[in-house]
């Protein structure tokens, strides 16, 4: 394919909040320029993980190479189609550095949300130029007029600017590919410059290595040349590379401006970075670009193998994972009741959630999954700092002079009657209102300062049952600040279950403490002796359950006769117990360990 000049590339990604159509906008553009053939076609063709077609949302960033004619001039559009979820705004922020210009999607009838808000002013910050889309046009409820009004007060975006389209039926989809045209501007790059190429994504291939995605932002790659990835200062020589369209279409070089993916038999999954330059390994190497903010994991919890034995298969599954979703980490630790696991950090509940999925589904192994918690800073006594990832690793109650907790703004889109049954649901979990914003005549956007912990176990479920499904939201980190919190232990038997510890506030120990140990009462099996669970902050009991031992009627044989031989019989009975209590050992269910995420609230 002949090679193409700067000017006539266009590097764009679609934002938008979840659901409002990205993926199916792509399929749209990709079958007008004829990237790919109606043979080919089938819906959502970018979000080819098993996992992204069975949940219908895109956990992937994808990048895509298509060239498109118009009065007789070709242009070569990368698209790089970008998650919606809030734990995925990350994915979303790699994209944007890859960028000149980004599509603002927002759905003709449920208009702004909370994510386009937050993916809208990421794009603004990353200098890009906005292309305002109204997406499903094609509806018999759709309100494009109003919507327009609220993308306008809400992003400042020009009425007139507005592209309307509908992914669906491919109406308005050639003025979009015109307004992309005239719209972004072409890369600011020098083909014959010294090579500096951004890495923003890879993906593991168990035969051919990592696969390395990168955009170029100076100079020429060519196959056979040697290249120097400047963290690690490594070198290797490029085997292969090429573009996707959707799939790898090798070619003989990628220049400035262009993105495209590199083969260089790497072999060591350490040895590639997001965010990491690539330049000529020969003579002095190009200056290092800025790369990407560091992730802020915020939540942690421990991944265990079902079976102990299956330890280093998790590990290798792990490492592959990691290279081709750099913003989880993981750890070793070992828990007593567990045995051999990692503590692994998430970017939310649902990225935790999709990791465990990938892990067994596509490394096939069977996993025990430990209360999630996000992390503390703990003052000691002695001045120090302690960041607290899992709660075995709070200190006694006497050397802490300061529990500090991670503090987020949650910004709110909901419609005008729900107001009342939201600021409820954020008072009960200890949030400061800052902003009440009317963003048109029937919607409003509340910004409120919560606890993280408040917002990530189950406020978004609790949110779409009090908005009736309208309500949506965003939310960011704004730092620690101090709190009246206490480590809760769970006790079976006396004995303190490590993995079953959580982190909450003083006021809700006591209901989340009888929660607990009713529900681990009601999952633990009976066994031969009588189980005391408990619920212990320090060494004070503050709830108790017991799991009823299994009794046999020793006293069945006896008709009548003298009490004393009855008496004989259960006492013997009762010292059997003893002696199994003593030497016994509880099995905890998985379930149990799950039993922990509730909350304490009764059920209505």
Known sequence: MPQIDCTHIRNFCIVA???????????????KTGTITLREMKEQVLDDM??????????????????????????????????????????????????????LLADAFQGVEAQTVANGYAAIEHDLVIVPVINKIDLKQARADEVAEEMNHSLGVDLDEIVRVSAKTG???????????DRVPPPQGDPGARLQAMVFDSHYDKYRGAITYIRLMNGTVRKGDRIKFLRKRSVYEVLDLGQFAPRPRPCDQLQAGQVGYLICNIKSIGDVHIGDTV??????????????????????????????????????????????????????????????????GFLGLLHMEIVQQRLEGEADIDLVQTAPNVTYQIITTKGETLEIHRPQEVPDAGLIDEFR??????????????????????????????????????????????????????????????????????????????????????????????????????????????AVVKKLAEEIDRHMFEIAVQAAIGSRVIARETVKALRKNVTAKCY???????????????????????????????KAFMAVLQTGEEKK
Request: negative net charge.
């Open 560 to 590: 009548g006769g003298d009490i004393t031989r009855k008496r004989k019989l259960w006492a013997k009975q009762r010292e059997g117990k003893k002696r199994m209590k003593s030497i016994g050992s509880v099995d905890i269910p998985q």
């Open 279 to 344: 330049t000529i390994a020969q003579g002095e190497p190009a200056k290092a670009l800025p790369g990407y903010q560091p992730l802020q994991r915020m939540v942690y919890c421990g991944l265990y193998p079902s079976d102990g034995q299956d330890f280093t298969e998790l590990r290798d599954a792990l490492e592959k994972l990691s290279i081709n979703d750099p913003s989880f980490e993981f750890s070793p630790e070992t828990s007593e009741a567990l045995g051999f696991g990692f503590r692994c």
């Open 50 to 103: 098993e996992l992204e077609r069975a949940r219908g949302i895109t956990i992937k960033a994808r990048a895509v190479a298509m060239r498109y004619t118009r009065g007789g001039e070709t242009y070569e559009l990368n698209l790089i189609d970008t998650p919606g979820h809030v734990d995925f705004h990350y994915e979303v922020s790699r994209s944007l550095a890859c960028c000149e210009g980004a599509l």
């Open 405 to 514: 907790q991670p503090i987020v703004r949650v910004n709110f889109v909901l419609p005008e009657e729900f107001i009342g049954a939201v600021m409820n649901l954020c008072h009960e979990r200890r949030g400061v209102q800052k902003v009440v914003e009317h963003l048109s005549a029937t919607r409003v956007m509340l910004t409120y300062d919560l606890p993280l912990a408040e917002v990530i176990y189950d406020l978004h479920d609790k949110l779409k049952s009090a908005t009736r499904g309208y309500g949506t939201m965003n939310y960011e980190l704004l730092g620690y600040e101090p709190a009246d919190l206490v480590r809760l232990d769970i006790l079976v038997n006396g004995n303190k279950v490590d993995a079953l510890s959580v982190i909450c506030n003083r006021g809700d120990a006591d209901r989340r403490g009888r």
């Open 171 to 181: 109406a308005g989809v050639q003025e979009l590919l015109d307004a992309i045209v």
């Open 17 to 31: 909040h979840i659901d409002h159509g990205k993926s199916t906008l792509a399929d749209r553009l990709l079958e």
